[in-house]
């Protein structure tokens, strides 16, 4: 599988830059402030299902594990729904959900200072 990266206007370019949003906001911009945002004793993960997949405290080892076993099973229904224009709503969606995590993460940190 080649991963090529569009460098005129396009689809492929637009696909790219979701990606790459994506991976910033949920791979890694949820992943060190939720992170940052446990070191203080006065914060917990509030999500129930992330309590349970990965424990409480969460560490970093399994929190990026499931980030990168998560985005590479929303690569693989991208990749499956290749021809298709909706296959953008697969980074879009992530890259929404990272940026809220994000928003949501800080405005809790600051809220707690």
Do not use: H
């Not at 790459?20 to 060190?32: N, W």
């Not at 997949?53 to 929190?63: A, K, Q, T």
């Amino acid at each position: 599988m080649t991963v090529v990266v569009g460098v005129a206007l396009g689809w492929s370019s637009l696909a790219t830059g979701l990606w790459l949003l994506a991976v910033a906001a949920y791979g890694v911009g949820d992943l060190v402030t939720t992170m940052v945002g446990l070191r203080s004793p006065d914060l917990e993960e509030g999500q129930a299902g992330a309590q349970l997949i990965l424990g409480e405290p969460p560490s970093w080892w399994r929190f990026s594990c499931f980030k990168l076993v998560f985005l590479a099973v929303c690569y693989a229904g991208y990749v499956a729904l290749e021809g298709t224009r909706a296959r953008l709503l697969v980074p879009a969606g992530i890259a929404l959900v990272g940026l809220y995590a994000v928003f949501n993460n800080v405005r809790v940190m600051v809220a707690v200072r």
